[in-house]
């Protein structure tokens, strides 16, 4: 009793957190500090997914991977050093990719506006388009993110893909998140690949995957094996590169590739609302805008705390006094 008070109180607390996170950002935070910012970082998403769509997918792993270790403060992006191992090191992190495209809009903008808008606003900016482009809600984002002063890879404790849905439920309350947004944040593998690594436990024969499906992964993972590579698959095996609800429909069917992809659709606690969201795509468009947007403004910086950083891979140099 005295644990769920204390969960209780936790909850409430975090939830006290992003009320005033989300007080202190606001939509078009650089409309007079530098109006082309957000122009700016478009056009350079808009460049790289007419050649890459899987940048859509990527970001939105970059986005979540920042915000659930220190919050939105852009730790991701900080290089090791030979004395510190960064959050881009840890292992739940080594597959994350397109830091390139970020250097790129940040040099663009450090030429236009130096030293104004921060990398972790890079990341949910960049984020938020490369969503619309793959045809997904185009959502509005406050800004005024400040970028953090430290990186660890200790530090990076994410919800892993063999989880069941109550333990992933459990990283989620604890950062103020509800059932219900982690089912919908999940809906992020309509698009986007998984290494065999990460799924090939759920292909064992006392697992629901859809026997088809498991015969065709095992295939290409053992294949992949041989050449010493560790192939992938899509998470969503019908709409592969379109931000739409057909994962849901697909976990439904017994076609999730992750674990805990599948389990969302038979778990007691999260089957409903699968169910829900397979059947309406405006639902999930809109619940995804709005999760999305929650999950940007976790545990922010704003203010004078932490700083605009001028290269995203390293902290500013340290001012020494005279």
Request: proline share 4%.
């Amino acid at each position: 009793m005295e644990m769920k008070k204390n969960m209780k109180l936790v909850f409430l607390f975090l939830l006290c957190i992003i009320h005033l996170s989300t007080a202190q950002l606001r939509v078009g935070f650089y409309n007079r500090s530098c109006p082309k910012a957000e122009t700016i970082i478009r056009q350079v998403v808009e460049r790289r997914f007419r050649t890459d769509r899987s940048i859509t997918a990527a970001f939105l792993r970059m986005h979540f991977h920042d915000c659930f270790v220190r919050g939105c403060d852009a730790s991701i992006l900080i290089d090791s050093t030979r004395s510190t191992s960064s959050e881009k090191d840890a292992g739940p992190n080594l597959t994350v990719r397109g830091f390139d495209i970020i250097d790129e809009a940040k040099k663009i903008l450090e030429a236009t506006c130096p030293s104004t808008v921060s990398c972790a606003d890079v990341i949910t900016l960049a984020t938020r388009d490369a969503v619309a482009l793959a045809g997904g809600p185009a959502y509005s984002v406050p800004t005024g993110r400040r970028d953090g002063l430290a990186s660890d890879s200790s530090e990076v404790n994410l919800p892993g893909p063999t989880l069941a849905v109550s333990d992933a439920a459990g990283f989620f309350t604890a950062k103020g998140f509800t059932l219900k947004d982690m089912v919908v944040l999940l809906g992020a593998h309509t698009v986007g690949v998984a290494h065999c690594s990460f799924f090939e436990g759920n292909m064992l024969p006392d697992t629901t995957m859809d026997p088809k499906l498991a015969a065709k992964l095992s295939n290409t993972c053992r294949t992949g094996r041989r050449l010493n590579r560790d192939p992938t698959a899509f998470l969503d095996q019908r709409t592969s590169f379109v931000f739409d609800n057909q994962f849901y429909n697909q976990i439904k069917s017994k076609k999730g590739i992750m674990q805990i992809d599948q389990e969302l659709a038979f778990d007691r606690l999260s089957a409903t609302l699968v169910s829900r969201l397979a059947a309406n795509a405006t639902l999930f468009r809109q619940s995804f805008a709005n999760a999305i947007v929650k999950l940007g403004n976790l545990e922010v910086l704003f203010g004078t705390s932490g700083e605009i950083r001028r290269n995203c891979r390293v902290f500013n140099p340290r001012r020494t006094s005279p």
